[in-house]
């Protein structure tokens, strides 16, 4: 059981692409979480998912959209990326919403130039 | 404006014990987390408490206090794979995870 998988590990970006963050979880958890994590500061919750079919924004949701399609796959995008967007990106899972256990994959390490 | 307080950073013995501090100001509340983050890792859970008191685990106990708006993360016999970051996260009245800014522990021989 690999749990919850996020790729690529890291990437480079050149300011102005577009790059999308994938994430799959095998726990067949109905909850979806995307955070951003910098140093000095929380993580910062982006967009979340209770269950398949539906996003809701988070505390810092601009510039970033998702889709939830299915249960195991919740995919992060950035349509154009800015600088400001070189952060740590964590995907989690749980169960049965913000009360239960969040599970995190290994995050991707994100530089935009 | 909603806050969750811990200290930046602490210092401590292998073999000792150590507190650490979570204070939250939330628009009400439904839970507390610890978490902890091995650096360069993801956070992974350690506790959840919704009522006040202690609640233990091994090596590591948990207490809330919520009129005092307060918990800590008490570890024991330190060892030095206890070296990470802790994280305090507070559930509100919305159902929105609040995340504090981690305590980074740093464990000395």
């Known amino acids: 059981i690999a749990g919850i998988t996020q790729a690529p590990t890291s990437q480079i970006l050149a300011a102005g692409r577009r790059m999308t963050l994938r994430c799959t979880q095998d726990m067949r958890h109905n909850a979806m979480y995307w955070y951003r994590q910098d140093l000095g500061l929380g993580l910062r919750l982006i967009h979340y998912s209770n269950t398949a079919g539906t996003t809701g924004k988070g505390e810092v949701p601009d510039g970033y959209s998702v889709s939830r399609a299915n249960t195991d796959d919740f995919p992060l995008t950035l349509a154009s990326a800015v600088p400001s967007q070189t952060s740590v990106y964590f995907c989690?899972?749980?169960?049965?919403?913000?009360?239960?256990?969040?599970?995190f994959g290994p995050g991707t390490r994100l530089t935009v130039l | 404006g909603q806050n969750i307080d811990q200290p930046t950073e602490m210092t401590a013995t292998e073999g000792a014990i150590v507190q650490i501090n979570c204070t939250y100001q939330?628009?009400?509340?439904?839970?507390l987390f610890w978490y902890q983050q091995h650096a360069g890792e993801a956070p992974t859970f350690l506790s959840y408490?919704?009522l006040d008191g202690l609640e233990e685990k091994g090596r590591f106990s948990s207490f809330l206090s919520r009129s005092k708006g307060y918990s800590y993360l008490l570890l024991k016999e330190l060892q030095m794979k206890d070296s990470a970051s802790y994280l305090c996260a507070v559930v509100d009245s919305n159902y929105q995870l609040i995340w504090g800014a981690g305590t980074k522990l740093i464990i000395k021989p």
């Open positions: 989690a899972s749980s169960d049965a919403g913000v009360t239960d256990t969040q599970y």
């Open positions: 939330t628009s009400g509340f439904n839970g």
């Open positions: 408490n919704v």
